[in-house]
């Protein structure tokens, strides 16, 4: 009997996924745990295994490369020797609708297109219109025909053309349309499914960055090992926070938070393919250096498009940085199904006033926290940004009280 080959859910969320292309050509043999075909899946492509053994079999119906198709989709058969394969006419999916029925008085036949544009025409020219209006119309491309008159005798007026571009979306602005790429398509699914399925509320704290500042000059003199980023530095002390307040690493599922077992947390990176989110996993459980090592080279693969789809999931918790492009505070999307995310802006020098009036030069950093009100309310997601704020103006003293 032949063994279908379906397209697998690869995450949680996961409905549908990009099909790149087959590994294989059909009548090949393919044994099991052999790369079988190439998927687009929570921004990433990776290769599918085969779980049975078998000739392959690829219909006549079969996904074309870069068709979005539903996770359990048959992509093909995996048949025994001899075995025939599925009747394809039986197996097919169903023909597409039927066309539009077209209006009995268009003629039909060679020269229907023609016919029709210049039917379009006839009815613009026979329209009863203004000079003016039919002058608008022609700049912003509104079918007079489509109109309802508001002037005298059933005339369409100026007012009328204009009134029906801005429904439209356009001042006679001409636009072109530039095609999305799949992780375009995917990023944009994944940020109103966030929408959706989450209650938003985003918070905002100064704090004192010139102690983090400070540190990393120090160890940029020491220079006998990679260097920090900030973000290594604040991805490290984030991890220590999340320990005493755990919800914000939870998740709201079926009317319940569940907590995870490690602290994993997903950093995003901007690519020339677009944002990518890979995951730290175990910070609480590493040091600065070795967060520092792992960043790097998620990060370096991130950009070249070479991250797995595994690289990308099971955050708790995900930190996103606008700061290097001069951004102070903005509100993050929720990488759902996680319940917070924070935001780093840029670190500023700006004048401070101590407790006795004195004015002191600081570095200045602002934290942004979306967080999902359905889990957590106001107060503890404060007192989060409150604790993580006290670890960044002192980062030392807590990088030495941990791992």
Known sequence: MPIHITLPRLGWSMEEGIFLEWLKKSGDYVKDGEPLFTLESDK?????????????????????????VKVGAVLGYLLASGELPPDEQTSSPPLPSSPAPVPHHLPLGEGAAADTGSLKHKLQSDTPASPRARRAAKATGVDLAALQPTGKGGRIRECDVLAASLELGGTGMKWRTTPTSPLRRTIAERMEHSKRNTVPVT???RCDATGMVSLRTQLKAAAEFRVPSFIDIITKLAAGALKSHPHLSGRWADGAIQLPEAIHIGVAVDTELGLMVPVLRDVAGLALSQVSQKSQELFERARRGGLKATEMRDACFTITNLGGLGVEAFTPVINYPETAILGVGAIVREAVSLEDGTLVSRQQLTLSLTFDHRAIDGAPAARFLQTLRQRLEHPLVWLLNER
């Open 44 to 68: 990433a492509a990776q290769e599918v295994e085969s779980t049975d053994s078998g000739i392959l079999h690829i219909p006549s119906y079969g996904a074309a490369p870069g068709a979005k």
């Open 203 to 205: 918070i905002t704290t």
